[in-house]
C-alpha cells in the first residue's frame, strides 16, 4: 500500500498496487446468549431487516451483513476465532443527522454509553449499547471533510 497524492488538492489517499490482493467488506460475526432477542433489537431499533438461513440470523443494513449466533460455549460448527472481549470492540454506523437519530432513539429508550458529540472537524459521533452490550458507534460525516 502506498500513498498518491490528488493533483487537485496534493491531499494523499492510499492506493494498492494492481498486483495487491483486493478486499472488499461482507460481514461482521456476532455472538450472544439469544439470536432472535438480538436480531429483533436490530430490527426494531435500528430499522434492519432480518434474514433467517438454517446456520444463523443475520441482520441487514443495507449492503451491511451482520451474522448473529448464540453463545460461544459450546458452539462447535462455528468456534469463534478469537476468546470473548477479545478482537472486536465495536462496530460503526453512518448515520444522517445524528442529533435527530440520537433523539429518536432516546425515544425508544436505548442506553447511550456516550452522547452524541463532535469529534473533530466534520465528524460528530455518540456510542450506544445494543443487545447484550454490543457497543454501536453512530457516526456523521460532514462530506466536505475527507477522511
Not at 433489537?41 to 449492503?63: C, D, K, M, N, Y
Request: glycine share 6%.
Amino acid at each position: 500500500m502506498f500513498a498518491v497524492f490528488d493533483s487537485h488538492n496534493q491531499k494523499p489517499r492510499l492506493s494498492m498496487p494492481e498486483s495487491a490482493p483486493q478486499f472488499v467488506w461482507d460481514h461482521l460475526h456476532i455472538f450472544t446468549s439469544d439470536a432472535e432477542e438480538t436480531a429483533r433489537w436490530f430490527a426494531g431499533v435500528l430499522g434492519a431487516e432480518i434474514v433467517r438461513s438454517p446456520v444463523r440470523i443475520e441482520v441487514r443494513f443495507g449492503a451491511l451483513r451482520i451474522f448473529v449466533d448464540e453463545s460461544l460455549e459450546g458452539n462447535v460448527t462455528n468456534p469463534p476465532a478469537v476468546p470473548s472481549r477479545r478482537g472486536l470492540d465495536h462496530f460503526g454506523l453512518l448515520v444522517k443527522d445524528i442529533d435527530f437519530v440520537a433523539s429518536q432513539l432516546k425515544a425508544k429508550g436505548v442506553k447511550f454509553t456516550k452522547e452524541p458529540q463532535t469529534a473533530r472537524p466534520g465528524v460528530r459521533m455518540c456510542f450506544i449499547e445494543g443487545p447484550q452490550g454490543i457497543s454501536i458507534e453512530l457516526i456523521e460525516r460532514d462530506t466536505k471533510y475527507k477522511l
